[in-house]
């Protein structure tokens, strides 16, 4: 009997570590809210209440396939310059994995906390109220969403399938670039338009479609990544956290398939907003989340099913050097900040001194590729105009190529190197920390990791 009884707990054994095994694929999913409490500040404006839903840090951990790779989504404005080193390093420490194989986004909401301990310290030691950049919430943030992550490996899936699906979103995204006919940037078609002539003007170049990657353990959906280029306001400066109608649509579609976790990357969508069809009506922040969920769904049922193995995923990374802006002035930062000038502070000036001196001290960052299958997910940093989104989709036909931006926002928005001389909010002085060299070395990473 005692014999019988080794037997079977040595082939229970032999189970588990087959089911286990190192090279068997598995996705671990994690949720953290990360809603600032009333009376910290935002991005814009001091929280003075709360909404229905909050914001979201939603990821997954893939593990199988070498060290664990984590993809995590914020609704925040943006994680910049050493918060998103420590982003990296505290979620990798979680996932007993490498930075480098870390992503943290943001979807760039407006009602949401901006993230920059670099600034917030510059601000400090100068003695100036950090303001927004003030960093109590965003680091206990932090730890509950490691801890998260964490907690989450114990309850990996396998994963036995890929799913891959795209559809068009019909009436969300333009651009924001009007142009006139000297091919220069006569207007800017903000995210809530009221002007009635610039609604009329044509949607302009956008990426239409919405790509969904899923991770299915055989016929069960486990997680669904989706992939859409806009700038995510319909309104803001409400002094109340929320998601926007990027985070109404996943809302609605986590409704629609509850089994699996729904995470949403903002693409290239640096120059792209939902200015043609939102004239600042609060009720269109509804209207434009249906017609994204809308996209979401149709590409949901689009999804082609494929095994994958561990032997199918793989994990490539190209550090850049971006130059900064020649624009950035340190010295008429640093008097604005030493005369405690306003607009140092609203606009960000902090931030623009740690960026510039990151860069002096030869910051690198990380573009990366996520191979699954036929799919290839690439993440980059900052504001991203949709030309590299296209021109991404463009190298690789062949292949499902998704985009997530908005990666470390250190450099803001990054256009392409024509749009440097065609005008335009997003490539003023004020709005990029980079200039038309950004171009050709983004480009190259690009190219370099979608080669086979």
Request: glycine share 8%; charged share 20%; aromatic share 8%.
């Amino acid at each position: 009997m005692l014999r019988r009884h080794v037997a079977l707990a040595f082939a229970a054994f032999l189970f588990v570590v087959g089911f286990a095994r190192a090279d068997s694929l598995r996705v671990a999913t994690f949720d953290v809210d990360v809603t600032p409490p009333v009376g910290s500040r935002m991005a814009y404006d001091t929280v003075t209440n709360t909404w229905d839903l909050g914001l979201r840090a939603r990821g997954i951990v893939l593990l199988g396939a070498g060290q664990p790779i984590v993809l995590c989504a914020v609704d925040w404005i943006g994680i910049a310059n050493e918060s998103h080193d420590l982003f990296r390093a505290a979620l990798a420490t979680a996932a007993d994995t490498v930075p480098a194989r870390v992503t943290v986004h943001t979807l760039h909401q407006h009602d949401a906390p901006d993230c920059d301990f670099g600034a917030e310290k510059i601000l400090k030691d100068a003695g100036i109220d950090p303001l927004n950049f003030e960093g109590t919430f965003q680091r206990e943030a932090l730890r509950r969403l490691a801890a998260a992550v964490h907690e989450s490996l114990a309850h990996a899936e396998p994963v036995t399938h890929l799913g891959l699906g795209a559809a068009p979103v019909y009436q969300v995204a333009s651009n924001r670039r009007i142009f006139g006919p000297d091919g220069k940037v006569r207007a800017v078609r903000y995210t809530a338009t009221p002007d009635a002539a610039l609604r009329a003007e044509p949607e302009g170049t956008i990426d239409p479609e919405v790509s969904l990657v899923s991770f299915w353990n055989t016929n069960h959906p486990v997680a669904v990544l989706s992939y859409y280029a806009t700038h995510p306001q319909s309104y803001y400066r409400t002094g109340i956290p929320n998601p926007d109608f990027p985070g109404l649509a996943r809302f609605l579609r986590q409704l629609a398939v509850p089994e699996a976790l729904h995470v949403h990357f903002n693409g290239a969508g640096g120059n792209i907003g939902a200015g043609k069809y939102n004239d600042g009506s609060p009720t269109n922040r509804l209207v434009l989340a249906q017609r994204l969920a809308d996209g979401m769904k149709r590409a949901w049922d689009n999804t082609k099913r494929e095994p994958i193995t561990a032997a199918d995923v793989a994990w490539r990374i190209e550090s850049v050097t971006l130059t900064p802006s020649k624009h950035i002035d340190v010295a008429q930062l640093e008097a604005e900040m030493k005369a405690r000038s306003g607009a140092f502070v609203t606009q960000s000036g902090a931030s623009r001194i740690e960026w510039l001196r990151l860069c002096q001290a030869g910051r690198k960052l990380d573009v990366t590729c996520l191979t699954l299958g036929r799919a290839r997910i690439l993440h980059l940093p900052g504001e991203l105009f949709v030309e590299y989104q296209l021109a991404a989709k463009a190298e690789r036909p062949d292949r499902f190529v998704a985009m997530a931006a908005y990666g470390d926002y250190g450099p803001w928005y990054i256009g392409t190197a024509r749009a440097y001389t065609e005008g335009g909010y997003e490539t003023e002085p004020r709005s990029s920390n980079v200039g038309p060299e950004a171009e050709p070395v983004l480009m190259g990473a690009i190219k370099k990791l979608l080669k086979e």
